[in-house]
């Protein structure tokens, strides 16, 4: 290995602690998996994450929350962290460091792509082998390592591009998520990478457990799945989830009331779920940055697909900017979040509650409370609505980027916790 490799990246590192400011720009510019070091690469994203929550320079408090994680082990112990606090590499001197890393990262993805390439061609059922493909997947692999974040993609690529997903669709999944409803699948194609999805809806009225059986008919498509809920605790969540995969009525959780057969209900619901890919934070008091920061800490270590945060208006404005522009500065901080890490985002939002209780009249746009403008932000935008008399209700579709406005009737199951669809969409008129 390079020395000028490994003096790169303990700069890169090193500057969290001495020059915070310095790390946040160059950081950004790199990438964790180009580092030789594994741990130090890993360190590296952590520290990247936590920079909006705490003070970097101060090595006691990277250390408890390293601990708190569980990663101080990972990331090489304490003795490393101690050791690149005192590396005194010059600030002046990042770009260069930066440069240097992002070349070698470069040689490496290419070494890489080589790697696999031989070993699709060394392959003892190489008869079976798809040439093209292993060419395919070469070239793509090369060109994302030379190509720069910024640069642009001449139009006619795009068009190349296009033709392969139509000509080998099962080739191209991977931006595509479907949900497990149907009418949101049909409606909006499912969900897409790298948007922002609104989920919106009254005080009471089941934007949670839709939520929540969203998640979990994600996670048994083996999808990646993080609920951050501000308002209820894991456990809450959990019950929920169980009443809805155990077929176990609500009540039962509520009144710790369990019959023999309910338990072995609860004993399967968990069995079936024990490989499932999801994942639950709860916590309250979270403003936009530390949210930001935990997200992608966690898809750091998970590799997440979707995200849901519930709710809105529970991100503590710490800015006491206005209301309204606060809910619309979160919402374009999750869209860009959506972008970056190419992960659909599910935010959760309260619609107004009318001022005539007696209104039970399908909401619009100028519902979104104290601010209609974070719709803007919003790929697709969903509005759950039910009459607090019935146990049916709607989802409107009220923005869709990737098809028309419409809405579906749902069925509520409230002793199982559960949304079920209705096979009925019809064009929505706001």
């Not at 101080?72 to 260069?96: C, M, R, S």
């Not at 795009?158 to 049909?186: N, S, W, Y």
């Not at 199951?413 to 019809?426: H, L, S, T």
Request: aromatic letters at 8%; a neutral charge; proline letters at 3%.
């Amino acid at each position: 290995m390079n020395d000028s490799w490994i003096e790169a990246e303990q700069a890169i590192v090193s500057y969290a602690f001495i020059e915070p400011l310095t790390f946040a720009k160059v950081a950004a510019s790199v990438d964790p998996d180009d580092f030789f070091d594994k741990p130090l690469g890993r360190l590296c994203g952590i520290l990247r994450s936590m920079q909006s929550m705490i003070d970097l320079r101060d090595i006691n408090a990277v250390l408890i929350e390293l601990n708190r994680i569980g990663q101080i082990q990972a990331v090489g112990g304490p003795a490393i962290i101690a050791k690149l606090a005192t590396k005194g590499f010059l600030p002046h001197n990042a770009d260069y460091y930066a440069d240097r890393l992002r070349h070698f990262g470069k040689i490496n993805r290419c070494r890489r792509a080589a790697q696999q390439l031989l070993k699709d061609c060394d392959d003892q059922h190489a008869d079976s082998v798809d040439v093209n493909q292993s060419l395919a997947d070469f070239n793509r692999s090369t060109t994302k390592a030379f190509r720069p974040k910024d640069a642009s993609i001449q139009f006619s690529d795009l068009g190349r591009k296009l033709l392969a997903r139509m000509e080998h669709p099962e080739q191209q999944t991977g931006t595509k998520i479907l949900t497990g409803f149907d009418c949101v699948d049909g409606a909006a194609g499912g969900f897409f990478r790298g948007q922002l999805v609104l989920l919106s809806g009254r005080s009471y009225r089941g934007k949670t457990m839709l939520a929540m059986n969203f998640a979990t008919k994600l996670a048994k498509q083996n999808y990646r799945a993080l609920m951050l809920n501000l308002e209820m605790t894991a456990e809450e969540l959990a019950e929920r989830g169980y009443s809805d995969v155990g077929d176990i009525d609500y009540s039962r959780f509520v009144h710790n009331d369990f019959s023999t057969t309910s338990k072995m209900q609860i004993k399967r619901a968990i069995e079936e779920s024990n490989d499932w890919p999801l994942w639950v934070h709860d916590n309250t008091g979270e403003s936009i940055e530390s949210i930001v920061a935990k997200i992608e800490y966690e898809h750091l270590t998970k590799k997440l697909d979707v995200v849901f945060v519930d709710h809105l208006q529970r991100i503590e404005n710490r800015s006491r900017r206005e209301q309204r522009f606060h809910l619309k500065e979160c919402c374009q901080a999750m869209k860009n979040l959506a972008r970056r890490l190419g992960v659909v985002v599910v935010l959760l939002t309260q619609l107004k509650t009318p001022a005539n209780a007696e209104d039970q009249n399908d909401p619009t746009e100028a519902d979104y409370s104290e601010a209609k403008q974070i719709v803007e932000e919003a790929d697709l935008a969903m509005m759950l609505h039910r009459r607090s008399d019935e146990q049916g209700g709607k989802l409107i579709f009220n923005k869709v980027r990737k098809g028309q406005p419409t809405f579906a009737y749902l069925e509520l199951d409230g002793a199982k916790q559960r949304f079920y669809e209705v096979p009925q969409v019809e064009k929505w008129t706001p």
